[in-house]
């Protein structure tokens, strides 16, 4: 047998099903990975290797095989609490923050039947769509070491993408989920609003932050939501049943057969465009053209979309990133001096905006999403650009102008975020590679609830394009950057 980590993450599930690896030999193999590769990437912030192998002893045990993920290893993205391991979100601030309770969503997982093998890094408090920070080293982009990871959860990508994870969850707020798996060359999934329950997003300020997958191939990525939205492989208790007429059974049903011809819609604009200067650059149409060219082979109707200007969204969606950093648990200069600059500088533009300010921008964005979903109703899906720009290289970000590094962010990442203000699911396939061998993707949005479809249409471009065969160098040996 191939060795476990060259597996997909359903082969390694059929492997311990036929008993040809135990959760306990599959633990320890990642766990071997981790160790001489995690320092090279920064994928991961904690391991907690002993909790592991007791978990995985547990799993075999007392944990039915019927479970979604029995005894398949994961890792929490750290913004996540898991009871009495570390949680430090990225920052100084919280270096010795030991939670008492565990999240949902870390429930969730562990009654799915998965190992969770520590935390994968963000960057502080996950506001930033990078990796990188005073708290620790940078999350590495294991396809060159020279460029970032992508954020925030690039901890996650990076662990992935280098076979130390078969997958892992993430979460989305902006992009979080499908920056890093377009960065990394990953499929990343961002639900719908509600799909998941123990991180819907129904709770949250503008109902941005969803909890999603990243993972190598479709339907790992499909095998790792539907624990998400039923743990027991059962309908969960609090099912808010965001999915289209028919498409409410298991979603790795659609990662594998990959049916169907759909209507698509292929657009290069985004809400950022009137504000700020876009450029694609010739790798992100590459892919675009790529990803196009296959789908009308392969028969989909195909017509071009471009996005109505909406000259309201970009201070409204402003003042909510802000409003998000305005709980931030710094009190005081001392306090504060332990945070990132562009933390201090969001904390205090949150804190200072006023309870208009807030209602404005929450019924600007409530009106977009209205809009926009209205503009994209008449396609099953619409196809976009992953990424603007190609992976970013580490430290291109300014990290004391709080204005500058907000644009640089948009310029990279500027069709992920409307699909968060929208609610609707998104998906990042990574169609193609660069000369110089990086990752480039494209995204699909798609219709409330409408997984199913972009499941099934993310297994037709991966039958066309065999992503899942190609392996990043080792950590030490990345290709030279020239930019």
């Known amino acids: 047998m191939a060795e476990p980590h060259e597996l ?3 082969e390694q599930w059929q492997a311990l099903q036929s008993d040809e690896l135990s959760p306990s030999e599959l633990t320890e193999h990642y766990l071997g990975r981790i160790e001489t590769r995690n320092a090279a990437l920064g994928a991961f912030v904690t391991v907690t290797a002993e909790r592991a192998r007791l978990r995985a002893r547990f799993v075999e045990q007392s944990v039915p095989r019927t479970a979604p993920l029995w005894g398949l290893p994961f890792a929490d993205k750290d913004l996540q609490l898991r009871a009495g391991v570390p949680a430090k979100f990225g920052s100084r601030l919280m270096r010795d923050f030991v939670p008492e309770e565990s999240d949902d969503l870390v429930i969730a997982l562990d009654e799915a039947g998965g190992v969770s ?16 920070g005073l708290a620790g080293p940078p999350a590495r982009n294991p396809w060159n070491l020279q460029r970032g990871a992508g954020g925030s959860s690039g901890g996650a990508a990076a662990a992935v993408s280098a076979r130390l994870l ?10 979080s989920v499908r920056i890093p798996a377009a960065a990394c060359g990953l499929v990343g999934v961002k639900p719908s609003r509600g799909l998941v329950p123990a991180a819907s997003g129904i709770d949250k300020l503008a109902g941005l932050p969803v909890a999603g997958p990243l993972a190598r191939t479709v339907a790992d990525a499909a095998l790792l939501l539907d624990a998400m939205v039923r743990p027991t492989g059962n309908r969960p208790d609090h099912h808010f049943a965001l999915r289209a007429p028919g498409n409410d059974g298991p979603l790795l049903t659609h990662a594998i057969h990959g049916e169907g011809r759909f209507q698509l819609g292929v657009m290069t ?18 892919a675009l053209d790529a990803a196009r060219r296959e789908l009308d082979l392969l028969g989909h109707g195909m017509d071009s979309l471009a996005l109505d200007p909406d000259p309201s969204y970009v201070p409204a969606f402003r003042t909510i990133w802000q409003a998000g950093a305005a709980s931030i648990p710094a009190e005081g200069a001392e306090q504060e001096e332990l945070l990132d ?21 929450l019924a600007a964005l409530s009106a977009f ?11 099953d899906a619409v196809l976009t650009p992953a990424m603007a720009l190609t992976p970013r290289p580490v ?20 069709f992920t975020s409307m699909v968060n203000v929208s609610g609707l699911p998104a998906i990042v396939l990574p169609v193609a590679e660069t000369v110089d061998g990086l990752p480039m993707g494209v995204q699909l949005i798609g219709r409330p609830g409408g997984e199913a479809t972009l499941f099934a249409l993310g297994a037709q471009l991966e039958r066309r394009f065999r992503w899942q065969d190609r392996v990043p160098p080792e950590p030490g040996f990345a290709v030279n950057d020239t930019e």
């Not at 600059?341 to 921008?361: F, I, K, V």
């Not at 430290?395 to 500027?414: I, L, M, R, S």
């Open 117 to 132: 093998l520590g935390k994968t890094s963000t960057p502080e408090f996950g506001l930033p769509s990078y990796t990188e």
């Open 269 to 286: 604009t985004s809400a950022w465009d009137n504000d700020y200067d876009i450029e694609l650059a010739p790798e992100a149409l590459m």
């Open 341 to 361: 600059p562009l933390t201090r500088w969001l904390m205090h533009r949150g804190r200072a905006l006023s309870a208009r300010d807030l209602a404005e921008a």
């Open 166 to 175: 078969p997958f892992a969850p993430g979460s989305d707020g902006g992009g």
């Open 369 to 379: 999403e209205r809009s926009f979903n209205r503009q994209l109703s008449l396609f």
């Open 395 to 414: 430290g291109w970000y300014d990290a004391e102008d709080g204005e500058k590094n907000f644009a640089q962010q948009v310029q990279y990442t500027p």
């Open 8 to 10: 997909t993450a359903l």
